[in-house]
Each structure stands twice: as C-alpha cells, then as structure tokens.
C-alpha cells in the first residue's frame, strides 16, 4: 500500500475509533445533567419538607418554653390557648409524617390495601356531611348528586374515604365564599358513558370498565395549564395557602390509591371556572 | 407601650409570639401575609415590625423593600422572623434594611421578646 494511502487508512480508523468515544462521552454528559437536575429537585423536595416540618415544632417547643419559664401559664385563658396550638401543630406534623409514608409506601410498590363489599353511595355522603361544616364556615355549599342510593362496589372503605378528604379539602381550599362543590358518582359501561364537565361523551377513554366515575367539582379559581402536569408529582407539592400548613401531597395520595383498586384519576380544570377532578373506581377486580 | 405588628401567615406562630410579646406588655396587632402587613404599617405606625418570609401574596424580603422605600415607613425598625437560614437570604434582608434577622428555630419566644426590647432601646442611627 502506498504511504498517502496508508496515512489516510490509518486517520480514517482513528475518526472511526474516536466517533462511538464521541457518543459515549456526550451520553455520559447528559446522564450527568439530568442526574444533577434530579438530585436538585429532590434538594428543593427535601428543603420544602424540613421547612414545612420545622413550622409545627416551632410552635411546640416554643409554647413549652413558655410554660416552663411562668408555671401560672397553663391556668390562664392564653394557656389553654397555647395547649390548643400546641395539639393542632401535632396533629399537623402528625398528618404530614402519615402523607410522607403513604408516598414512600406508593412508590416503593408497598402501598396495600384491603377491599371489601361496601356502598359508595354511603362513603360519599358520610364525607359530604363530615365536610360540611367546614365548607358552610366558608359560605360554600356541598351537593351529592347520585342516582343510585347504594352504589355497590368492591373497595377500601378507608382509603376510598382518603381520597375524598384530599379532594374535598383541596376543593373548598381552593374555592371562594359563595361557591359550591359538587360530588357525583354513577356506573359507566363504555367509553360513550363517559360525559365529563369540559370534554364530549366518548372522547375519554377510561381503561378497565365497567367502572364507577366519580366527579368533585369546585367552582374555584381554576389551575393555571402550565401547572396541571404537576399537580400529581410530590417534587412540585409541599405548598402553604393563606396560613393553612400541609403536605399538599393530597393528590398523588389520591392517585396511588386509586391506581391501587386499578382505577384512573385525572382533572379538568378552566381558569374563574373551576376544577373538577374525576377518579374510576372498577367493578370488576 | 410599644406597638408590635407581627406579619407572619402561620396562624400557630403568630398566636404563640403575641401571646409573649403581650406578656412583655406590648400591643401586638397581626397581619397574615405582606400586603394586609404593608396596609398595617400605614393604618397603625408600629414601633416595631416582626416579619416573616415565606407568605402568600407578598413574601418578607419584597415587603421589606417596599417599607424601606416609603418615606413614611423606611424608619420602622424590620426583624426578620423566619425559619429560612439560608445566606443569601439574610445578606438580601440586611442589604434591604432589616435591622436584624432571627431564626424562629433558634430562638425562644422569649428571646424574641428580649431582641424586640433591645431593638426598641437601641438608638436609631
């Protein structure tokens, strides 16, 4: 072979070693990145989480400091205040401490849970009436509209109960005096049953029918459609409103526990309309 | 007595440090995020203000500035009250006027109490 030609076979198998080298390193460049960007979302996660649990334990410790500085203090109208404070915080970190597990649990493919024969229709208005107070407190009216008084069904009775706290609390959070939420509930067969608030019958395609779907509807502010596809992550959660501390992990609560009876959850929402969001709930395991 | 408005959107929080700062015979009047907070300020000229960060509607640092920039408010002292210790945070609050910077998590309510005293006697430079 002659020497230009032998210079030139040599560089083309240096390029060609050199291109798949190439890939690897630019491969390795992004998987860096995207590890970077994750490990900073958890970072932001994980500073919300302390924050969010520093607030109650600030409360605590600093209401004991006082009663421990003026031994007088728990005999006194401010004193029985302060233990009131002192057990809401509580229940708040308590409340936090369970959502955090409930998450761990669902993502860790641990989260069970135990079905038996029970009436929707019963879990529905046992919620509605427990919310009611609340939502009256706030001028905003809660409505069961079902056909059917029983509604029977095969679920957990308990969580079936948690995703409908988690809705209605976010509900009449969201919602202003005067408002109203709205609880339906009915079987669906097909897809053509399927008539939602925003979308035409037939135009949602809901796996594993026949099913329940189950709709709380809110005449509230409406989500903003840059956010909707955050709604069901925990990294984007852990919010306060106006003085009220939470996980705000409500919502992927919710979903873990629907997907676990083998159901959908998912939501339509319009900005000064309202959000409505809808959860399946199959017959047939 | 010396007026206190404590502008913090934890409801708890906000109870716990009134409860102190009225045992000190302060008056405390109360604002749950930073525009009712601002509003406050004009409508009740405290002596003090005790500010939290992390609310609804107007955070801490941006309710700082806008103190500082009133002709009519700049001269009121502003602690920041807060359980945010990030370094950033704390030169961006005394680069916009906070007279000091307290972490809720470090300090009793009491020691709250006695920082409000010593700000109020301290001699405005």
């Given at each position: 072979?002659?020497?230009?030609?032998q210079?030139?076979?040599f560089?083309?198998l240096?390029?060609?070693?050199?291109?798949?080298?190439?890939?690897?390193?630019?491969?390795?460049?992004?998987?860096?990145?995207?590890?970077?960007?994750?490990?900073?979302?958890?970072?932001?996660?994980?500073?919300?989480?302390?924050?969010?649990?520093?607030?109650?334990?600030?409360?605590?410790?600093g209401?004991?400091?006082?009663?421990l500085?003026?031994?007088?203090?728990?005999?006194?109208?401010?004193?029985?205040?302060?233990?009131?404070?002192?057990?809401?915080?509580?229940?708040?970190m308590?409340?936090?401490?369970?959502d955090?597990?409930?998450?761990?649990?669902i993502?860790?493919g641990?989260?069970?849970?135990?079905?038996?024969?029970?009436?929707?229709?019963d879990?529905?208005?046992?919620?509605?009436?427990?919310?009611?107070?609340?939502?009256?407190?706030?001028g905003?009216?809660?409505?069961v509209?079902?056909?059917?008084?029983?509604?029977?069904g095969?679920?957990?009775?308990?969580?079936?109960?948690?995703?409908?706290?988690?809705?209605?609390?976010?509900?009449?959070?969201?919602?202003?005096?005067?408002?109203?939420i709205?609880?339906s509930?009915?079987?669906?067969?097909?897809?053509?049953?399927?008539?939602?608030?925003?979308?035409p019958?037939?135009?949602?395609?809901?796996n594993?029918?026949?099913?329940?779907l189950?709709?709380?509807?809110?005449?509230?502010?409406?989500?903003?459609?840059?956010?909707m596809?955050?709604?069901?992550?925990?990294?984007?959660?852990?919010?306060?409103?106006d003085?009220?501390?939470?996980?705000?992990?409500?919502?992927?609560i919710?979903?873990?526990?629907?997907?676990?009876?083998?159901?959908?959850?998912?939501?339509?929402?319009?900005?000064?309309?309202?959000?409505?969001?809808y959860?399946?709930?199959?017959?047939?395991? | 007595?010396?007026?206190?408005?404590?502008?913090?959107?934890?409801?708890?929080?906000?109870?716990?440090?009134?409860?102190?700062?009225?045992?000190?015979?302060?008056?405390?009047?109360?604002?749950?995020?930073?525009?009712?907070?601002?509003?406050?300020?004009?409508?009740?000229?405290p002596?003090?203000?005790?500010?939290?960060?992390?609310?609804?509607?107007?955070?801490?640092?941006?309710?700082?500035?806008?103190?500082?920039?009133?002709?009519?408010?700049?001269?009121?002292?502003?602690?920041?009250?807060?359980?945010?210790?990030?370094?950033?945070?704390?030169?961006?609050?005394?680069?916009?006027?906070?007279?000091?910077?307290?972490?809720?998590?470090?300090?009793?309510?009491?020691?709250?109490?006695?920082?409000?005293?010593?700000?109020?006697?301290?001699?405005?430079?």
């Amino acid at each position: 072979m002659d020497l230009p030609i032998q210079v030139a076979y040599f560089i083309l198998l240096i390029i060609l070693a050199l291109i798949p080298a190439a890939y690897l390193l630019h491969r390795e460049k992004k998987l860096n990145e995207a590890q970077k960007k994750m490990e900073l979302v958890h970072d932001d996660f994980t500073a919300k989480l302390v924050h969010e649990l520093r607030a109650p334990l600030t409360v605590i410790r600093g209401a004991t400091d006082m009663f421990l500085q003026d031994s007088t203090l728990v005999a006194k109208d401010q004193g029985k205040e302060l233990l009131a404070t002192m057990r809401h915080s509580s229940e708040d970190m308590l409340s936090m401490v369970n959502d955090l597990l409930d998450v761990y649990k669902i993502e860790a493919g641990r989260f069970q849970i135990i079905k038996t024969k029970g009436s929707l229709a019963d879990v529905i208005h046992d919620r509605a009436v427990f919310f009611n107070q609340l939502a009256a407190s706030k001028g905003i009216t809660i409505s069961v509209q079902i056909d059917d008084h029983n509604l029977p069904g095969n679920f957990d009775r308990e969580r079936i109960s948690q995703v409908f706290n988690n809705l209605l609390s976010n509900a009449i959070k969201f919602t202003k005096e005067g408002g109203r939420i709205i609880i339906s509930a009915r079987p669906i067969n097909t897809n053509q049953d399927v008539s939602l608030r925003f979308t035409p019958p037939g135009q949602f395609v809901v796996n594993n029918l026949p099913a329940f779907l189950v709709g709380v509807s809110d005449t509230g502010e409406g989500i903003d459609p840059g956010k909707m596809s955050d709604l069901f992550s925990k990294y984007k959660q852990l919010h306060q409103i106006d003085g009220q501390k939470g996980s705000g992990l409500g919502l992927v609560i919710a979903k873990g526990i629907v997907e676990s009876h083998g159901g959908q959850i998912f939501l339509e929402s319009r900005p000064s309309e309202g959000t409505t969001v809808y959860f399946t709930l199959p017959l047939v395991s | 007595m010396a007026k206190i408005l404590l502008v913090d959107d934890d409801n708890a929080l906000r109870e716990l440090y009134a409860v102190e700062l009225s045992s000190k015979h302060y008056t405390v009047i109360e604002a749950p995020d930073g525009e009712q907070g601002l509003a406050k300020v004009k409508a009740e000229k405290p002596d003090l203000v005790l500010l939290d960060i992390m609310m609804p509607k107007l955070d801490g640092v941006a309710t700082l500035t806008r103190l500082k920039q009133d002709p009519e408010t700049k001269s009121i002292p502003v602690v920041m009250l807060t359980n945010f210790g990030q370094e950033n945070l704390v030169q961006q609050a005394f680069s916009s006027g906070a007279t000091d910077y307290l972490l809720k998590y470090k300090v009793t309510p009491a020691e709250m109490a006695e920082k409000v005293g010593q700000v109020l006697t301290t001699p405005s430079p």
